[in-house]
T-cell receptor, first 112, second 112 residues
Framework: DGGITQSPKYLFRKEGQNVTLSCEQN?????MYWYRQDPGQGLRLIYY???????QKGDIAEGYSVSREKKESFPLTVTSAQKNPTAFYLC???????????FGSGTRLTVV | DQQVKQNSPSLSVQEGRISILNCDYT??????FLWYKKYPAEGPTFLIS?????DKNEDGRFTVFLNKSAKHLSLHIVPSQPGDSAVYFC???????????FGTGTSLTVIP
């Protein structure tokens, strides 16, 4: 079955560490997105990519980095520069820009 | 600045009755709207969409209404079922845009 796989489901990070969240899709979608969800807030866009080897900053890109070396993969690195990284992270893809999204099941990151 | 707002954080409805979830947006350029349903610890799943050329779209028990002049949309679920208990997000975009903007979500509880 086609879909988006995010791993790990839960991740704990020590302060000062970088961590990478995985996102893989087998839907043959061109566009991929990373959103962050915090309690009482909507989903906020971190980064998006419309094509391999190209990506753009979203509304809250500071402290994050991404790569898009393969169509299927869009990993997100949460760097030590991100001051408040504890959140629920969602990866999504769409067949083309601004078409409806398919979401992964999310990764909950906690700083300890 | 929140461009999409869901002012009711929660809603409780008796099984079999109608659930009405509301969403307001501020950007008059938005012309495509989606509703997503989300269970805890899972990614959102697509529910129903509407474009600005319509004012109503139905899919089974779910109907979305769009009032462009009021910049308001609503999701009606009739009849409500216990399995509908979830968080519902509305999202909006411009056709020429690069992302969807999400509301903060409304937690629906359907009481058996």
């Amino acid at each position: 079955d086609g879909g988006i796989t995010q791993s790990p489901k839960y991740l704990f990070r020590k302060e000062g560490q970088n961590v990478t969240l995985s996102c893989e899709q087998n839907l043959n979608h061109d566009a991929m997105y990373w959103y962050r969800q915090d309690p009482g807030q909507g989903l906020r866009l971190i980064y998006y990519s419309q094509i391999v080897n190209d990506f753009q900053k979203g509304d809250i890109a500071e402290g994050y980095s991404v790569s898009r070396e393969k169509k299927e993969s869009f990993p997100l690195t949460v760097t030590s520069a991100q001051k408040n990284p504890t959140a629920f992270y969602l990866c999504a893809s769409s067949i083309e820009r601004n078409y409806g999204y398919t979401f992964g099941s999310g990764t909950r990151l906690t700083v300890v | 600045d929140q461009q999409v707002k869901q002012n009711s954080p929660s809603l409780s409805v008796q099984e079999g009755r109608i659930s009405i979830l509301n969403c307001d947006y501020t950007n008059s350029m938005f012309d495509y709207f989606l509703w997503y349903k989300k269970y805890p610890a899972e990614g959102p799943t697509f529910l129903i969409s509407i474009s600005s050329i319509k004012d109503k779209n139905e899919d089974g028990r779910f109907t979305v209404f769009l009032n462009k002049s009021a910049k308001h949309l609503s999701l009606h679920i009739v009849p409500s079922q216990p399995g509908d208990s979830a968080v519902y997000f509305c999202a909006a975009s411009r056709y020429t845009g690069n992302q969807f903007y999400f509301g903060t979500g409304t937690s629906l509880t359907v009481i058996p």
